[in-house]
Antibody
Framework: QVQLKESGPGLVQPSQTLSLTCTVS????????VSWIRQPPGKGLEWMGV???????DYNSAIKSRLSISRDTSKSQVFLKMNSLQTEDTAMYFC??????????WGQGVMVTVSS | DIVLTQSPATLSVTPGESVSLSCRAS??????IHWYQQKSNESPRLLIK???QSISGIPSRFSGSGSGTDFTLSINRVESEDFSVYYC?????????FGAGTKLELK
């Protein structure tokens, strides 16, 4: 069955770079697109970006200058890198499969706190 | 960016009631709207895609309607497991955006 699982550091210092990994199973990244979505504590969902099945990427313009999404298809992993982190980047970070234009399978999420 | 406005922010109901949740888009988006349920401390779950298309495994009491700018998620006879937050999401244009959510709570 399709599964996604996020991993990464729980605590990042301000101005540092966040690196997260989404490990997928039950699907191939060469025929599936994966997005990153985040949710600050007690708030709503923000779409961050997508890596399409063809390897192309699109990003939310609000954070585009700080964000990079890549993948390793042989390891079934999708990566998120975001630099210049601030306290407002504190959030639960999810990866999710994008089969068409909605998100049908989600990871459990990883909580990232930006604090010194 | 397309803004999605959900109303009400909070809806207090008793089990057995039927409810309608609204999502309004800042411009016409055809039927490119999808609905999610998020229970406390869980990941969102896709309920309805493309405004009215059902999802396998989702109870039939959940249904969706609308096109253009106005959309509705209906729950026929709310059950205790339905108390959670509901989000709409548009896929008409990038960046994909979500509404702020409607919290369905026990009255």
């Amino acid at each position: 069955q399709v599964q996604l699982k996020e991993s990464g550091p729980g605590l990042v210092q301000p101005s540092q770079t966040l690196s997260l990994t989404c490990t997928v199973s039950g699907l191939s990244l060469t025929s599936n697109s994966v997005s990153w979505i985040r949710q600050p504590p007690g708030k709503g969902l923000e779409w961050m970006g997508v890596i399409w099945s063809n390897g192309g990427t699109d990003y939310n313009s609000a954070i585009k200058s700080r964000l990079s999404i890549s993948r390793d298809t042989s390891k079934s992993q999708v990566f998120l890198k975001m630099n210049s982190l601030q306290t407002e980047d504190t959030a639960m970070y999810f990866c999710a499969r994008l089969p068409g234009y909605n998100f049908d399978y989600w990871g459990q999420g990883v909580m990232v706190t930006v604090s010194s | 960016d397309i803004v999605l406005t959900q109303s009400p922010a909070t809806l207090s109901v008793t089990p057995g009631e039927s409810v309608s949740l609204s999502c309004r888009a800042s411009q016409g988006i055809s039927t490119s709207i999808h609905w999610y349920q998020q229970k406390s401390n869980e990941s969102p779950r896709l309920l309805i895609k493309y405004a009215s298309q059902s999802i396998s495994g989702i109870p039939s009491r959940f249904s969706g309607s609308g096109s253009g700018t106005d959309f509705t998620l209906s729950i026929n006879r709310v059950e205790s497991e339905d108390f959670s937050v509901y989000y709409c999401q548009q896929s008409y244009s990038l960046p994909y955006t979500f509404g702020a959510g409607t919290k369905l709570e026990l009255k």
